[in-house]
């Protein structure tokens, strides 16, 4: 089984997709996490993405494709995973179907009004450590500044600066958002309302994946 979320930048893709690993064991690949790892760590992909990351667009896609088959390779992948922030265009979407095509699909857009989105991303905090999300509005840690997990330092993301959001919002407008399209063709999109907390916008993907995997014979994973 692969989970494809799709949604706004700050549309909580990652913290629903976390919580869709809690219950069901899939690991969850966020391509922005593994670009901004390879960044850190300075590995040649990492070198590549560094001038093109930060500034609202997308990275070549055969930098994102090259981290992405790296981590499908871990034997953790092989029941299935869960994908936040990829595909993000036409050509990344052909590029999974060719590089791991005999899977199950499920794809869920998650739809967020425009002024929760601004709230969202201007309220949000990530641990540089462990990747755990925050929010100063929504999501607080328990110590101000302090991840709850691993006690690093939060950090307000580069590009969730405030003149960053026009330049990702028209990326996701031109580049992702067609693949609604692409997926709703193939008849495996859900639309889901993710404008309230993250656990009113797990309940009818939780609902839609336990139907999938009852009609597969697939199971959970035990953590
Ligand atoms: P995210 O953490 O998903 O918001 O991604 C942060 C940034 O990483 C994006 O604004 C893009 O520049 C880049 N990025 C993440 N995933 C992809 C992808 N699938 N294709 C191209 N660029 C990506």
Not at 70 to 79: F, K, M, V
Request: aromatic share 4%.
């Amino acid at each position: 089984m692969r989970i494809i979320l799709l949604g706004a930048p700050a549309s909580g893709k990652g913290s629903v997709g976390e919580r869709i690993r809690e219950e069901y064991g899939f690991p969850k690949i966020s391509t922005g996490d593994l670009l901004r790892e390879a960044v850190r760590k300075k590995t040649s992909l990492g070198l590549k993405a560094e001038t093109q990351l930060g500034k609202g667009g997308l990275v070549d896609d055969d930098i994102v494709l090259g981290l992405l088959r790296e981590r499908l390779g871990n034997p953790d992948c092989h029941a299935g995973y869960i994908l936040d922030g990829f595909p993000r265009n036409l050509s990344q979407a052909q590029s999974l179907a060719a590089l791991d095509g005999q899977r199950r699909e499920l794809v869920f857009e998650i739809q967020v009004r425009e002024d929760v989105l601004v709230k969202r991303i201007s309220g949000r905090r990530i641990c540089p450590s462990c990747e755990a999300i925050f929010n100063i509005h929504t999501k607080r840690p328990r110590r101000e500044g302090i991840c709850d997990v691993c006690g690093a330092k939060l950090l307000q993301r580069n590009d969730d600066r405030a003149e960053l959001i026009p330049a990702r919002k028209e990326t996701y407008r031109t580049k992702t958002e067609p693949l609604t399209s692409y997926y709703g063709e193939k008849g495996i999109l859900c639309k889901v309302d993710g404008n309230g907390t993250v656990e009113e916008t797990l309940r009818p993907i939780k609902t839609v994946i336990d139907e999938e995997l009852g009609k597969t014979g697939g199971k959970r994973i035990q953590l």
